[in-house]
Antibody, heavy 116, light 107 residues
């Protein structure tokens, strides 16, 4: 059974940093693009970033470029999102998704709240 | 960026109704489109990929069609468990972009 379990969400002050993790199981992690998608409270879905199978390429939505970094460790079947210079508008549930675009499996999400 | 415009933004329907949701892309995206269902407090679930391919395990009352700039999601006979919010997503071009969502409510 495919499982994606996010962790690391927290309350952080504006300008702060946070690292999200996603532990994958039930499939060969190194064979798949992986993505992060977020959803602000009461709002729609926003694609954030994705990363190629071997970690050699990654893409971002403009609003997080230069602040967020997606990475992966295929030896640990784990996906990460390093977030810096956090803003109030980054407040959202962050989902880990299998696939680079039309992801087929999603984690349950982890909540990031940016507030003073 | 490619804009994905869904319509309607919400609708009220009864069990057994046929429901159609439309998604229009601001430029052609071939068939690089998926549909997702999200219930409150839950992660989205993929229903359709490549515009018309039914995700394994999804009931056959769900279907997708379209290519280029106009796409539809049809629920042939609405069931109680189908009341949810539906999103389209294009994966033709970066950044990937979602429609704003269509909330399907009980009439």
């Amino acid at each position: 059974e495919v499982q994606l379990v996010e962790s690391g969400g927290d309350l952080v002050q504006p300008g702060g940093s946070l690292r999200l993790s996603c532990a994958a199981s039930g499939f060969t992690f190194s064979n798949y693009y992986m993505s992060w998608v977020r959803q602000a409270p009461g709002k729609g879905l926003e694609w954030v970033a994705n990363i190629k199978q071997d970690g050699s390429e990654s893409r971002y939505v403009d609003s997080v470029k230069g602040r967020f970094t997606i990475s992966r460790d295929n030896t640990k079947d784990s996906l990460y999102l390093q977030m810096t210079s956090l803003r109030a508008e980054d407040t959202a549930v962050y989902y880990c998704v299998r696939g680079g675009g039309l992801g087929d499996y999603w984690g349950q999400g982890t909540l990031v709240t940016v507030s003073s | 960026d490619i804009q994905m415009t869904q319509s309607p933004s919400s609708l009220s329907a009864s069990v057994g109704d046929r429901v159609t949701i439309t998604c229009r892309a601001s430029q052609g995206i071939r068939n690089d489109l998926g549909w997702y269902q999200q219930k409150p407090g839950k992660a989205p679930k993929r229903l359709i990929y490549d515009a018309s391919s039914l995700q394994s395990g999804v009931p056959s009352r769900f279907s997708g069609s379209g290519s280029g700039t106009e796409f539809t999601l049809t629920i042939s006979s609405l069931q109680p468990e189908d009341f949810a919010t539906y999103y389209c997503l294009q994966d033709n071009t970066y950044p990937r972009t979602f429609g704003q969502g269509t909330k399907v409510e009980i009439k």
